[in-house]
Antibody, heavy 122, light 109 residues
Framework: EVQLVESGGGLVQPGGSLRLSCAAS????????MDWVRQAPGKGLEWVGR??????????DYVASVKGRFTISRDDSQSSVFLQMNSLKIEDTAVYYC?????????????WGQGALVTVSS | EIVLTQSPGTLSLSPGERATLSCRAS???????LAWYQQKPGQAPRLLIY???TRATGIPDRFSGSGSGTDFTLTISRLEPEDFAVYYC??????????FGQGTKLEIK
């Protein structure tokens, strides 16, 4: 059974940092691209960023609003993906989901974690 | 960046009725790589449809997707009580960002 479990959420002050983790199980993690998607309270879904697999150079992409502040990394030996968030702003408050990209070209998210709440507030 | 606009914002229907949800893109979606997700309160989204019209594993056949270019539709042929939720479309095929629509809330009339 595929499982994605996020951890590391919490309350942080504006300008602070937080690191989210997503532990994967039930599939060959190293083969897959992994993304982060967030959802502000009562709002819609926003794609945050992607890290590709080793075959694609572990390349990354980010939405403009987090570029230069957020960094996605992965540890295939631990089947985990991470989201390092620096210089946090109030508008970064959201539930953060990690999600697996279906194998193949230009595919959607076929599995999601349960989400980790990040609250940025003074 | 492709902007996806979903309509209506809220759709009020009764169980047994047919639901038609629209997703319009600001530019053509590459090879129709358009997906639909369902989200219930307090839950993560669930993939329903991908590549415009392919049902994901375990999705009942009352859900269907259609469209091309810039106009896409999710149809639920006969609403069941568990179908009342928020639905999002997402473009997967063009360059990042892999944008979502703002969502359509399907509520019980």
């Amino acid at each position: 059974e595929v499982q994605l479990v996020e951890s590391g959420g919490g309350l942080v002050q504006p300008g602070g940092s937080l690191r989210l983790s997503c532990a994967a199980s039930g599939f060959t993690f190293s083969n897959y691209y992994m993304d982060w998607v967030r959802q502000a309270p009562g709002k819609g879904l926003e794609w945050v960023g992607r890290i590709r697999n080793k075959a694609n150079g572990y390349s990354m992409d980010y939405v403009a609003s987090v570029k230069g502040r957020f960094t996605i990394s992965r540890d295939d030996s631990q089947s985990s993906v991470f989201l390092q968030m620096n210089s946090l702003k109030i508008e970064d408050t959201a539930v953060y989901y990690c999600a697996r990209i279906m194998l193949g070209s230009m595919k959607p998210f076929d599995y999601w974690g349960q989400g980790a709440l990040v609250t940025v507030s003074s | 960046e492709i902007v996806l606009t979903q309509s209506p914002g809220t759709l009020s229907l009764s169980p047994g009725e047919r639901a038609t949800l629209s997703c319009r893109a600001s530019q053509s979606v590459n090879s129709n790589y358009l997906a639909w997700y369902q989200q219930k309160p307090g839950q993560a989204p669930r993939l329903l449809i991908y590549d415009t019209s392919t049902r994901a594993t375990g999705i009942p056949d009352r859900f269907s997707g259609s469209g091309s270019g810039t106009d896409f539709t999710l149809t639920i042929s006969r609403l069941e009580p568990e179908d009342f939720a928020v639905y999002y479309c997402q473009q997967c095929g063009n360059s990042p960002p892999y944008t979502f629509g703002q969502g359509t809330k399907l509520e019980i009339k």
